[in-house]
């Protein structure tokens, strides 16, 4: 499969938009540009050392669950197929009922199928019967608030007050969606 033009690559492979790199290891709470709330934030320098895979830029990612951007080449999914490539399960705790809820944003159809041929954790997941691959047609976008103790593991010092609400990672509630075979995504 070719890699769509505009998608970094760090070698060969495909580096999520979401990714973050060595280059981005400065880590504060500040206003955050995209959902304009205290959060944990982060330096940004895509592109500068090595992509961290399986770790999150903190901004980028709520950018795309806020804005749906897809993970992978951080283009805009309106009008487009939206998939979750996730382990998490449906669950009855949604604003709504059952929901599922994951913090990996939505991909394009032909995105996702890209993450599944290059992505070790997604190989892996698939490796365990443990990858749900769905179509989504409706969603909701949620933040979670962080605890001082875990605020403290990414910004060290930092002077929480117990009552004080800082933004972690965004999250996606899946609120309609149709589960796909994963040999959808492999051809």
């Known amino acids: 499969m070719r890699v769509p033009a505009g998608i970094r ?33 982060q330096s940004s320098a895509p592109g500068v050392g090595k992509p961290t895979f399986g770790n999150p830029h903190w901004i980028r990612q709520r950018e795309a669950i806020c804005n ?10 309106k009008g487009r197929t939206k998939i979750s490539l996730s382990h998490a399960r449906a669950r009855f705790n949604g604003a709504n009922g059952m929901c599922v809820m994951q913090v990996e944003p939505l991909l394009h159809q032909e995105c996702a199928s890209l993450a599944m041929l290059h992505c070790p954790s997604l190989k892996k997941d698939i490796e365990n019967g443990t990858l749900f691959v769905r179509r989504v047609s409706q969603h909701r ?7 001082p103790q875990y605020l403290d593991i990414y910004v060290p010092g930092y002077p929480a007050r117990p ?3 800082v933004a972690a990672h965004g999250k996606v509630e899946l609120v309609k969606w149709k589960d796909l075979r994963i040999e959808v995504l492999q051809r």
């Not at 976008?141 to 605890?147: C, L």
Request: glycine share 6%; charged share 25%; aromatic share 12%.
């Open 163 to 165: 009552d004080e609400r």
């Open 9 to 41: 690559l760090f070698g060969s492979v495909p580096v999520p938009y979401t990714v973050a790199w060595t280059g981005e290891d400065e880590y504060y709470v500040a206003k955050c540009p995209v959902i304009h709330l205290p959060a944990i934030c």
């Open 68 to 77: 749906d951007l897809c993970d992978i080449c951080g283009k805009s999914l």
């Open 141 to 147: 976008k949620q933040y979670a608030i962080s605890d």
